[in-house]
């Protein structure tokens, strides 16, 4: 178990399995190449996460969320944002009022819940696995 906070910072976090918290103040929380449970918040900054979930839960205050997923996950999206832009994975939304959706990822699965006061979430696919380096974009 992974345990982290700041009050004024950006935290990133890479390679990693199991179990993660995260917290900021002030700052993005960048988590790459990750397989298992999770749960980050930020009250100013973008989320940036990237792996394999068994749960998440993800909050800003102000900023996107960009969830990158694997090509063949199954899960079940809950999110609460100003819109959710789906980019090459198979996900279709199954419920959507005013900020509030529901998307179902693959065959529907785990529960990733998501939400941003004052942006987008992004998904689209990762096709990486832990302790693989990825080369920069």
């Known amino acids: 178990e992974l345990d982290l906070a700041t009050d004024d910072g950006a935290i990133e976090v890479q390679d990693c399995r199991g179990r993660l918290r995260a ?3 002030d700052g993005r929380i960048t988590v790459r190449r990750f397989i298992g449970g999770a749960t980050a918040r930020t009250g100013d900054g973008s989320l940036i996460l990237q792996g394999r979930f068994d749960d998440l839960e ?10 990158e997923l694997p090509a063949d996950f199954d899960a079940t999206l809950e999110a609460d944002a100003e ?6 994975l198979n996900a279709a939304q199954e419920f959507g009022s005013g900020r509030t959706s529901r998307w179902r990822i693959g065959r529907g699965g785990p529960s990733l819940k998501v939400r941003t006061g004052d942006g987008s979430v992004f998904l689209r696919p ?12």
């Open 58 to 67: 993800a909050h800003t205050g102000d900023g996107s969320i960009y969830l």
């Open 83 to 88: 819109k959710v832009l789906v980019q090459g």
């Open 23 to 25: 917290r900021s103040g």
């Open 126 to 137: 990762w096709s990486g696995e832990v302790g693989r380096k990825e080369e920069s974009k």
